[in-house]
């Protein structure tokens, strides 16, 4: 499709185990970012990309958590030894980059931590 | 600190009504601002933005307003149509980066 794939939409997994989620962003789009959402929460940012490079990783929360950027198009988010607190949506968006550019969301991935 | 607000966590309207969202925002670092909807299980689906150079946007149905000096936008849709009932988000970005800040959301309700 068009628009910004993620991948899986739901997880479910035991804490202390790894997981990792996709993002595919709109084809073309240089600029990449990560949300979660966590319940009864905003949207809160995690990190950006633009092309490969992470200039701006202050909002990820912990240094369980880590991202990657090949090719300048998929991206890559892991979470190592996932807590409870772990438990959001986690949502990308892409956009053509700039500061005055509307950035375009996926569906999220819905990450559960038993 | 929440550096953009909305203080309306819900508002009801009727069918072919205006409908009016507020955001407010303290970081006078932002310099374009968007407004997103949000259906359950879905992502935000972007509607309007405006630079800090407008004061006025309008897209169809929607408008967004821009009061730079009270730090304050807002959102009008009209006429509000059933299927307009969603969350609405206002964000800002500004010259530290291009990450969003969002507000709480508001919780549009639109009777048939």
């Known amino acids: 499709g068009a628009g910004v794939s993620q991948s899986p939409s739901n997880k479910v997994t035991e804490k202390g185990k790894d997981v990792e989620l996709r993002c595919d962003p709109i084809s073309g789009h240089t600029a990449l970012y990560w949300y979660r959402q966590s319940l009864g929460q905003g949207l809160e940012f995690l990190i950006y990309f633009q092309g490969n490079s992470a200039p701006d990783k202050s909002g990820l929360p912990s240094d369980r958590f880590s991202a990657e950027r090949t090719g300048g198009s998929v991206s890559t988010l892991t979470i190592q030894r996932t807590q409870q607190e772990d438990s959001a949506v986690y949502l990308c968006?892409?956009?053509?980059?700039?500061?005055?550019?509307?950035?375009?969301f996926g569906d999220g991935t819905r990450l559960s931590i038993l | 600190d929440q550096q953009v607000k909305q203080n309306s966590p819900s508002l009801s309207v009727q069918e072919g009504r205006i409908s009016i969202l507020n955001c407010d925002y303290t970081n006078s670092m932002f310099d374009y601002f968007l407004w997103y909807k949000k259906y359950p299980a879905e992502g935000p689906t972007f509607l309007i933005s405006?630079?800090?150079?407008?004061d006025k946007n309008e897209d169809g149905r929607f408008t967004v307003f821009l009061n730079k000096s009270a730090k304050h936008l807002s959102l009008h849709i009209v006429p509000s149509q059933p299927g307009d009932s969603a969350v609405y988000f206002c964000a800002a970005s500004g010259a530290a980066g291009n990450k969003l800040t969002f507000g709480g959301g508001t919780r549009v309700l639109v009777k048939p």
């Open positions: 405006i630079s800090s150079i407008k």
């Open positions: 968006a892409s956009s053509w980059g700039g500061s005055d550019q509307p950035q375009h």
